[in-house]
């Protein structure tokens, strides 16, 4: 008991190492790309922050209704009297460790449930890992850096950046909802009995992202309304009258739904009906991957760049992402991402912004948290195999490359050391 209380100890000081390096690396990271003269992302987002006030707000709202990191910055600028690329930089820095430290906990309660032991200092490291993973970059493939390929972390998009702590939260909290409604124990909330609490809880942390950035849910609610007619499929089937239960779980996990996919609805009105948005562009349904096609020399190639790591996870263990919850979610997530992003596009002149790839990169990032989970599980794993050994020995290898990919984009040491 005395071990396993000093190994926790163990990897908590070892998270909070890593996610302290992370914080620095990305808040100077951010300062960097703001200083720079080539433009990104984050030069329209911090102006929109530091010019954001009572009589600017409709029309800073318009082009983006999702404020959540430019209100940040601006708490940050008036509260702490900090310049607006530093609150930019420091907010940048505390949703990325925000981030971290969630994919932390996911992992570590992964392991703790459906494997033997404790999580131990892998848990943490494999968080860190997570933090500046990136595609798989090859020179003589891509003409610019992961051109045509996509990653679980968007280090120029500050949106995309406070989307994702909140997201990974309500999918913890979704996978316990459906624990619970199945008569099974809650993986990630210990000993939780009260319901109506987590269906809130889920319902902050869902409105929450996407007030950050509305791509979540729009992978996340159709992916959920699938993985549940499949569930009451299966209850009609057995004639048995369970499927009462499988239709009073929906219609309670969609009131708790309602407030966020009220918002969803009318960030898209403020982008296509009220002058948000470019006049020229509008959603339309195209031919397969023709934004992807844009940029990408072979959408198949670049798909094993930008998912070596997770398709390695599942080929090796399919069983347990198709036998568990949160590895049924994460793949349905996933595939309804890449479904949206494979016919939607923005037309006119945003065509070639592949805004809905965001919804594809959602789903990867629940494919790549989960994925990590079983990685770690099998490095604790006592039990001999050589399959097991393998999977462990190149998991942990194509990690690594990913994560010096993520290294090699943002080459932190030019502004570092």
Same mark, same amino acid.
């Given at each position: 008991?005395?071990?396993?209380?000093?190994?926790?100890?163990?990897?908590?000081?070892?998270?909070?190492?890593?996610?302290?390096?992370?914080?620095?690396?990305?808040?100077?990271?951010?300062?960097?790309?703001?200083?720079?003269?080539?433009?990104?992302?984050?030069?329209?987002?911090?102006?929109?922050?530091?010019?954001?006030?009572?009589? /600017?707000?409709?029309?800073?709202?318009?082009?983006?209704?999702?404020?959540?990191?430019?209100?940040?910055?601006?708490?940050?600028?008036?509260?702490?009297?900090?310049?607006?690329?530093?609150?930019?930089?420091?907010?940048?820095?505390?949703?990325?460790?925000?981030?971290?430290?969630?994919?932390?906990?996911?992992?570590?309660?992964?392991?703790?449930?459906?494997?033997?032991?404790?999580?131990?200092?892998?848990?943490?490291?494999?968080?860190?890992?997570?933090?500046?993973?990136?595609?798989?970059?090859?020179?003589?493939?891509?003409?610019?850096?992961?051109?045509?390929?996509?990653?679980?972390?968007?280090?120029?998009?500050?949106?995309?950046?406070?989307?994702?702590?909140?997201?990974?939260?309500?999918?913890?909290?979704?996978?316990?909802?459906?624990?619970?409604?199945?008569?099974?124990?809650?993986?990630?909330?210990?000993?939780?009995?009260?319901?109506?609490?987590?269906?809130?809880?889920?319902?902050?942390?869902?409105?929450?992202?996407?007030?950050?950035?509305?791509?979540?849910?729009?992978?996340?609610?159709?992916?959920?309304?699938?993985?549940?007619?499949?569930?009451?499929?299966?209850?009609?089937?057995?004639?048995?009258?369970?499927?009462?239960?499988?239709?009073?779980?929906?219609?309670?996990?969609?009131?708790?739904?309602?407030?966020?996919?009220?918002?969803?609805?009318?960030?898209?009105?403020?982008?296509?009906?009220?002058?948000?948005?470019?006049?020229?562009?509008?959603?339309?349904?195209?031919?397969?991957? /023709?934004?992807?096609?844009?940029?990408?020399?072979?959408?198949?190639?670049?798909?094993?760049?930008?998912?070596?790591?997770?398709?390695?996870?599942?080929?090796?263990?399919?069983?347990?992402?198709?036998?568990?919850?949160?590895?049924?979610?994460?793949? /349905?997530?996933?595939?309804?991402?890449?479904?949206?992003?494979?016919?939607?596009?923005? /037309?006119?002149?945003?065509?070639?912004?592949?805004?809905?790839?965001?919804?594809?990169?959602?789903?990867?990032?629940?494919?790549?948290?989960?994925?990590?989970?079983?990685?770690?599980?099998?490095?604790?794993?006592?039990?001999?195999?050589?399959?097991?050994?393998?999977?462990?020995?190149?998991?942990?290898?194509?990690?690594?490359?990913?994560?010096?990919?993520?290294?090699?984009?943002?080459?932190?040491?030019?502004?570092?050391?």
């Amino acid at each position: 008991m005395e071990a396993t209380k000093n190994q926790n100890r163990v990897k908590y000081a070892v998270a909070a190492v890593l996610a302290t390096i992370l914080f620095v690396i990305i808040y100077k990271y951010t300062l960097n790309e703001i200083k720079s003269d080539t433009y990104v992302d984050i030069h329209d987002h911090i102006w929109q922050a530091e010019h954001l006030n009572l009589e /600017t707000f409709q029309m800073i709202w318009l082009q983006r209704p999702y404020m959540l990191w430019h209100l940040s910055v601006k708490v940050f600028a008036d509260f702490l009297v900090m310049p607006w690329d530093e609150a930019g930089a420091l907010a940048n820095g505390l949703y990325s460790v925000l981030n971290m430290l969630i994919c932390f906990f996911i992992v570590d309660r992964i392991v703790e449930k459906r494997g033997k032991g404790s999580s131990g200092v892998a848990a943490a490291a494999v968080s860190g890992l997570l933090s500046f993973s990136m595609p798989m970059y090859l020179r003589w493939y891509n003409t610019y850096h992961y051109e045509g390929q996509y990653g679980i972390n968007a280090f120029f998009n500050p949106t995309h950046i406070a989307a994702k702590p909140f997201g990974l939260l309500s999918f913890f909290l979704a996978v316990d909802l459906i624990l619970i409604y199945r008569g099974k124990e809650t993986l990630f909330c210990k000993r939780e009995k009260n319901k109506k609490r987590l269906y809130v809880f889920f319902g902050v942390a869902l409105f929450a992202s996407v007030f950050a950035k509305p791509t979540f849910l729009f992978m996340l609610l159709p992916a959920g309304v699938l993985y549940l007619c499949f569930d009451m499929g299966k209850a009609l089937l057995k004639k048995d009258g369970s499927w009462k239960r499988v239709w009073g779980f929906m219609w309670r996990i969609g009131c708790a739904a309602i407030p966020s996919v009220v918002y969803l609805l009318i960030s898209y009105a403020a982008f296509y009906l009220w002058g948000g948005t470019n006049s020229d562009s509008k959603v339309a349904i195209y031919p397969i991957f /023709t934004a992807w096609k844009i940029f990408s020399p072979n959408i198949f190639k670049s798909w094993v760049f930008s998912m070596a790591f997770p398709i390695w996870m599942i080929a090796t263990n399919p069983k347990y992402f198709v036998k568990n919850v949160e590895g049924q979610l994460a793949l /349905t997530g996933y595939l309804v991402g890449t479904l949206e992003y494979a016919f939607l596009v923005e /037309t006119g002149s945003k065509l070639e912004y592949c805004s809905f790839a965001w919804e594809m990169v959602s789903g990867m990032l629940l494919v790549w948290v989960v994925a990590a989970a079983k990685l770690v599980m099998l490095t604790y794993d006592t039990e001999q195999s050589a399959k097991r050994n393998m999977a462990v020995l190149v998991g942990w290898g194509l990690l690594m490359i990913h994560l010096f990919s993520g290294t090699y984009y943002i080459n932190p040491f030019n502004y570092i050391i």
